[in-house]
């Protein structure tokens, strides 16, 4: 009995000991209550900023500028986006309105007004203007356009650029022989014109009018195939009719010693003798000629380390390049198109493969059509010779498709202890539609471990789940259900 009732006063004493912790902790839980609604009032009391609000000025502006310019077509950016940002808070609205740089981007298009166009040139005080006329559609707009121009023409002085695209031709013409032929520009960095049927070269595009242009655009329509000495010309983009000489075009172009980066379009005829032009420092060629052979047979451009090329029907890349060994040793960065339908584009064989290579011994970066792939890494795989290779990227892979030759090639030279090679696919040819992910899953199973893959605007509108099998390993994607970038590193297991 003794034994009873010692445990029965043992079990009184705790429960009446339970009874105290849980007052104790009923308390405890008030007190915390308390002091958190204290922390809470003492927040309020102070009125912290958000972080991004904590920034400096200078630094919001930077950001806001950035989420401008990042926004197309650029009149909704000057339109629409600065008005929303501004009503985020007061002091984005401040930012937006006080900053010059924000507002030195002027876009006359048939939806910009008169308050707007003004609203820009008095902004953006003294600061150098962009200006963009674009998507005037009739001939019947050009009284609106006149006025709009007419606010922006008394401060042409601080025109830094001006880009003339996508407009009616009949109006694009007007614009460049009546509105703005004879201004002068002696702030232009950059011009850009296409449309505009115009038979001799335009006065304020010249050094008198314009003494600091260094980039000059001429696209479709343009009649005038010599450019006037200019000393400051760094780059000329150039569009070359079936009736326009390609030997004056690259004449003209001698007495400029700065040319750094040149790019022709079209056809144009009677091309100059072979290594008659000489550029000392242009560094950047683009051609996408209907025949490119005689233009690059023409020039001689000793510093060149990147090549654009593509290839017009019914010639292969042998044709080409087939007849310039030892020229294009320099050439780091190589991009070959096939303007035509990757579908219905013949491929490329292995000889021109093997010329391609020979003749680009050095580069580090080279881009090629998908259709291309077995001319360079299957069978006798030339593109073996690119011994300082680096990163490969291939447009227009079908849907579907696994480049077993490519992959092969890569393995052998994972095999061989090279650096891995950082391979793109881009521009994805997808003739059913919707891409499967299981194709997806098995392109990234057969090449895992070979190279560093990028997979850049995969039209996938399925949902894909990855999971890392450490921290190390990651893939990151951009968008939602529609074109997205993914990018996956070696050690990545899904």
Not at 463 to 487: H, I, W
Request: hydrophobic fraction near 40%; aromatic fraction near 8%.
């Amino acid at each position: 009995m003794n034994e009873i009732a010692a445990a029965r006063a043992e079990l009184a004493r705790l429960n009446k000991r339970e009874q105290k912790l849980l007052e104790e902790l009923g308390k405890v839980r008030v007190a915390a209550q308390a002091q958190r609604s204290r922390i809470d009032d003492l927040f309020r009391q102070q009125k912290l900023p958000a972080p991004i609000d904590r920034l400096p000025s200078t630094a919001l502006c930077d950001i806001l500028y950035r989420v401008v310019c990042n926004t197309h077509p650029e009149a909704d950016a000057h339109r629409c986006t600065k008005r929303q940002l501004a009503s985020v808070s007061q002091r984005w609205r401040d930012t937006i309105l006080n900053f010059p740089s924000l507002w030195t981007t002027i876009v006359l298009n048939p939806s910009s007004s008169a308050p707007l166009v003004m609203a820009h040139v008095d902004r953006s005080r003294e600061y150098p203007l962009d200006i963009i006329i674009s998507d005037w559609l009739s001939i019947n707009q050009l009284q609106s356009l006149q006025d709009l121009l007419g606010l922006v023409v008394t401060c042409g002085y601080r025109w830094r650029s001006f880009i003339i695209r996508e407009n009616d031709d009949t109006l694009t013409t007007r614009i460049v022989k009546s509105l703005i032929w004879n201004m002068r520009f002696p702030a232009l960095k950059a011009a850009e014109i296409s449309g505009a049927a115009i038979s001799d070269f335009p006065p304020f595009l010249t050094s008198k009018y314009a003494s600091t242009l260094e980039r000059l655009v001429l696209l479709e329509d343009n009649e005038t195939d010599q450019i006037p000495p200019a000393t400051n010309l760094k780059v000329v983009h150039f569009y070359l009719a079936d009736n326009m000489s390609g030997s004056r075009l690259l004449s003209s172009l001698l007495p400029f010693r700065q040319l750094k980066e040149l790019v022709l379009h079209g056809s144009g005829y009677k091309w100059p003798k072979p290594r008659s032009i000489h550029f000392p420092v242009l560094a950047s060629l683009t051609l996408t000629l209907s025949d490119p052979t005689p233009a690059l047979a023409a020039m001689v451009a000793p510093l060149l380390s990147y090549l654009g090329c593509s290839r017009p029907d019914g010639h292969s890349w042998s044709q080409i390049f087939g007849t310039f060994p030892n020229v294009f040793a320099n050439v780091r960065h190589l991009c070959l198109d096939d303007p035509a339908d990757i579908s219905s584009s013949s491929p490329t064989g292995v000889s021109s493969g093997r010329t391609v290579c020979m003749t680009f011994p050095c580069v580090r970066h080279v881009e090629l059509p998908s259709n291309d792939i077995p001319a360079f890494f299957d069978s006798e795989a030339p593109a073996s010779h690119w011994s300082h290779l680096e990163g490969l990227t291939f447009s227009g892979l079908t849907v579907g498709t696994i480049p077993h030759g490519l992959i092969r090639w890569l393995e052998k030279r994972r095999l061989k202890q090279h650096a891995p090679l950082h391979v793109t696919f881009s521009e994805f040819h997808n003739p059913e539609g919707t891409p499967d992910s299981h194709w997806l899953t098995s392109l990234y199973k057969s090449i895992r471990g070979c190279c560093i893959l990028e997979l850049r605007d995969v039209p996938l509108t399925t949902t894909v789940k990855a999971l890392p099998s450490s921290q190390k390993g990651m893939m990151d994607s951009f968008g939602n259900c529609g074109p997205v970038r993914v990018f996956i590193d070696e050690e990545f297991e899904g």
